[in-house]
């Protein structure tokens, strides 16, 4: 009996010893776990920061840009005066009015013989419209312009890249170099925001919906594409593409094409969870 027991005991020191070499092994991979957590988290912010760096100087740039721009303009604007008064001393010395006078009476002959020339054509006999081929008889529908701004909206911090209309209700999409996706109602007659998509790491330039509008696809500078659900709003699937034209394809399933100037066409499925890349190229 006293040896069974001191067997028994001899597998359970065995057995302890084993399991305190495998908790070591897991703290030492714990470790080196969180110490590359911390690194990962270290290049994030000075990416971060370098990107709020570039941001600054694209701006600087834009304002140098402008400054540069209204210089130009000034400069121009101070050409044109030069020349106009150029013109009107031109016109009012005595010693061209005879040059002046001579031009006048050839543009006004000019213009007689081209009235001639109407009115001879308008006397020549014309078919009537019943005597027109039936191929050129096209309907013709009355167009119109619109006279008034119906609503004006301060979207986006910066230039507004694109906008859509929802297929399914009134709702508008726009985005912008904010790196943000808004949305609005405009069903009622005023424009109401209803969210904003974030999510994208650059600026915004292109935007479409579903056949259904439940999906909304973005594509941004951050050579990326990424799709939003209507309904909640949330991210559904984190995007690895470039921004390009997109377009989605009906039928059993709902595919997103995007080709970029690059050479590379990607194809994915919008009811999936990845990307299938059909084409690429450097």
């Known amino acids: 009996m006293i040896q069974v027991k001191d067997k028994s005991i001899s597998d359970m020191l065995i057995e302890r010893t084993s399991l305190k070499a495998e908790v070591g092994m897991y703290e030492k991979a714990l470790k080196e776990l969180q110490y590359l957590i911390d690194t990962l988290r270290d290049e994030h912010q000075a990416l971060q920061l370098a990107f709020s760096s570039l941001e600054d ?3 600087s740039a834009q304002d140098e840009n402008r400054q540069l721009v209204e210089r130009l303009i000034k400069y121009k604007s101070k050409d044109v005066d030069r020349l106009n008064e150029e013109n009107d001393n031109f016109l009012n010395d005595g010693s061209k009015k005879f040059v002046l006078s001579t031009f006048a009476l050839f543009k006004r002959k000019k213009y007689y013989k081209v009235q001639k020339e109407i009115e001879d054509a308008c006397r020549e006999p014309r078919g009537s419209v019943e005597d027109i081929p039936e191929a050129y008889n096209i309907p013709m529908l009355e167009t119109s312009l619109p006279t008034r701004c119906v609503a004006k909206l301060d979207a986006h911090d910066g230039e507004v890249n694109a906008v859509k209309w929802s297929p399914a209700d009134g709702m508008v999409a726009t985005a ?21 998509l974030v999510g994208s790491n650059a600026g915004v330039m ?37 921004p390009a034209l997109m377009e989605c394809l009906k039928g059993e399933h709902v595919y997103l094409i ?19 890349v059909l084409g690429y190229s450097d």
């Open 176 to 196: 912008g170099a904010d790196r943000k996706v808004k949305l609005w109602d405009a069903s009622k007659g005023l424009v109401v925001s209803k969210g904003m």
């Open 206 to 242: 292109s935007l479409d919906f579903d056949s259904t509008g439940t999906l909304i696809l973005a594509a941004s500078n951050d050579f990326a594409s990424r799709v939003w659900t209507m309904a909640d709003q949330r991210l559904r699937t984190p995007g690895i593409l470039l």
């Open 57 to 59: 100087k694209l701006r």
């Open 258 to 276: 995007t080709a970029t100037r690059f050479g590379v066409v990607h194809k994915s499925d919008c009811k999936m969870e990845y990307y299938m």
